[in-house]
Protein backbone atom coordinates (compact mmCIF):
# COMPACT_ATOMS: atom_id res chain seq x y z
CA UNK A 1 0.00 0.00 0.00
CA UNK A 2 1.47 3.73 -1.12
CA UNK A 3 1.88 5.98 1.65
CA UNK A 4 -0.19 8.17 0.54
CA UNK A 5 -2.87 6.43 -0.09
CA UNK A 6 -6.52 7.41 1.32
CA UNK A 7 -8.28 4.00 2.26
CA UNK A 8 -11.82 3.34 2.89
CA UNK A 9 -13.52 0.30 4.24
CA UNK A 10 -16.51 -0.15 3.47
CA UNK A 11 -19.24 -1.87 5.90
CA UNK A 12 -18.67 -5.40 5.44
CA UNK A 13 -14.31 -5.46 5.97
CA UNK A 14 -15.25 -3.35 9.19
CA UNK A 15 -17.71 -6.14 10.21
CA UNK A 16 -15.07 -8.42 9.00
CA UNK A 17 -12.75 -6.92 11.24
CA UNK A 18 -14.83 -6.19 14.02
CA UNK A 19 -15.91 -10.09 14.41
CA UNK A 20 -12.73 -11.53 13.96
CA UNK A 21 -13.97 -12.83 10.26
CA UNK A 22 -11.87 -14.97 8.18
CA UNK A 23 -10.75 -11.87 6.37
CA UNK A 24 -10.15 -9.79 9.34
CA UNK A 25 -6.17 -9.57 8.76
CA UNK A 26 -7.13 -8.20 5.48
CA UNK A 27 -8.51 -5.25 6.68
CA UNK A 28 -5.97 -4.37 9.92
CA UNK A 29 -3.90 -2.87 6.91
CA UNK A 30 -5.89 0.47 5.93
CA UNK A 31 -7.58 0.71 9.34
CA UNK A 32 -3.97 0.84 10.82
CA UNK A 33 -3.48 4.55 9.92
CA UNK A 34 -6.49 6.34 11.13
CA UNK A 35 -5.04 9.72 9.42
CA UNK A 36 -5.58 8.02 5.78
CA UNK A 37 -8.85 6.30 6.40
CA UNK A 38 -12.24 8.48 5.41
CA UNK A 39 -15.50 6.82 6.74
CA UNK A 40 -18.88 7.58 5.42
CA UNK A 41 -21.65 8.12 7.80
CA UNK A 42 -23.57 5.31 6.34
CA UNK A 43 -21.20 2.93 7.21
CA UNK A 44 -21.16 3.99 10.59
CA UNK A 45 -25.01 3.02 11.01
CA UNK A 46 -24.37 -0.52 9.05
CA UNK A 47 -21.65 -1.54 11.45
CA UNK A 48 -23.18 -0.43 14.35
CA UNK A 49 -26.57 -2.14 14.17
CA UNK A 50 -24.40 -5.49 12.84
CA UNK A 51 -22.28 -5.49 15.53
CA UNK A 52 -25.03 -4.79 18.26
CA UNK A 53 -27.23 -7.57 17.19
CA UNK A 54 -23.72 -9.91 17.04
CA UNK A 55 -21.82 -8.93 19.90
CA UNK A 56 -23.76 -6.40 22.35
CA UNK A 57 -24.00 -2.02 22.75
CA UNK A 58 -20.93 -2.19 24.70
CA UNK A 59 -18.68 -3.77 21.67
CA UNK A 60 -20.78 -1.81 19.21
CA UNK A 61 -19.87 1.74 21.15
CA UNK A 62 -16.03 0.47 20.91
CA UNK A 63 -16.66 -0.21 16.81
CA UNK A 64 -18.07 2.96 16.39
CA UNK A 65 -15.22 5.37 18.21
CA UNK A 66 -12.98 3.31 16.13
CA UNK A 67 -14.23 4.29 13.29
CA UNK A 68 -14.62 7.83 14.41
CA UNK A 69 -10.79 7.94 14.38
CA UNK A 70 -11.14 7.86 10.84
CA UNK A 71 -12.47 11.25 9.05
CA UNK A 72 -16.12 11.16 8.93
CA UNK A 73 -17.33 11.59 5.74
CA UNK A 74 -21.51 12.96 6.48
CA UNK A 75 -23.77 12.30 3.47
CA UNK A 76 -24.42 15.95 2.18
CA UNK A 77 -26.96 16.37 -1.20
CA UNK A 78 -24.67 16.80 -3.39
CA UNK A 79 -23.27 13.07 -2.26
CA UNK A 80 -26.58 12.05 -2.34
CA UNK A 81 -27.47 13.21 -5.81
CA UNK A 82 -24.19 10.91 -6.98
CA UNK A 83 -24.31 8.50 -5.11
CA UNK A 84 -27.94 7.66 -6.65
CA UNK A 85 -26.74 8.27 -10.12
CA UNK A 86 -23.78 5.96 -9.10
CA UNK A 87 -26.66 3.24 -7.17
CA UNK A 88 -28.91 3.39 -10.63
CA UNK A 89 -25.84 3.14 -13.49
CA UNK A 90 -24.46 0.12 -11.66
CA UNK A 91 -27.16 -1.35 -9.78
CA UNK A 92 -26.09 -0.67 -6.43
CA UNK A 93 -27.98 -0.73 -3.10
CA UNK A 94 -28.60 2.44 -1.76
CA UNK A 95 -25.70 2.24 1.08
CA UNK A 96 -23.38 0.74 -1.50
CA UNK A 97 -23.87 3.89 -3.65
CA UNK A 98 -23.11 5.97 -0.59
CA UNK A 99 -19.94 4.38 0.19
CA UNK A 100 -18.86 4.46 -3.41
CA UNK A 101 -19.67 8.25 -4.14
CA UNK A 102 -17.29 8.87 -1.51
CA UNK A 103 -14.90 6.57 -1.75
CA UNK A 104 -14.75 9.05 -5.36
CA UNK A 105 -15.29 12.12 -3.46
CA UNK A 106 -12.27 11.66 -1.36
CA UNK A 107 -9.93 9.86 -4.04
CA UNK A 108 -9.92 6.91 -1.74
CA UNK A 109 -9.24 3.07 -2.15
CA UNK A 110 -12.47 1.36 -1.23
CA UNK A 111 -11.50 -1.99 0.50
CA UNK A 112 -14.48 -4.41 0.29
CA UNK A 113 -15.73 -7.69 0.41
CA UNK A 114 -18.90 -6.88 -0.95
CA UNK A 115 -19.18 -9.01 -4.32
CA UNK A 116 -21.25 -5.99 -5.79
CA UNK A 117 -18.13 -3.24 -6.26
CA UNK A 118 -15.52 -6.27 -8.07
CA UNK A 119 -14.22 -4.35 -10.95
CA UNK A 120 -14.91 -0.81 -10.53
CA UNK A 121 -11.84 1.12 -10.78
CA UNK A 122 -9.94 1.91 -7.39
CA UNK A 123 -11.89 -0.89 -5.42
CA UNK A 124 -10.23 -3.45 -3.82
CA UNK A 125 -12.10 -6.18 -3.20
CA UNK A 126 -11.18 -9.09 -1.53
CA UNK A 127 -13.42 -12.17 -1.86
CA UNK A 128 -14.85 -13.41 1.45
CA UNK A 129 -14.51 -16.54 2.46
CA UNK A 130 -17.34 -18.98 3.63
CA UNK A 131 -16.99 -19.69 7.32
Known sequence: MAADTIN???SSGWIEYFTDGPNAG???????????????????YEVFRVVLRRRGEDDALRAAALMNRGRSVPLTSSLA????????????????????????LTGATLWTQDIDFRGIPHVRYVPGIPG
Open 8 to 10: LVD
Open 26 to 44: VYAEPLADASRLVVPTVSV
Open 81 to 104: LQAARLAHERGLAMADGIILATAQ
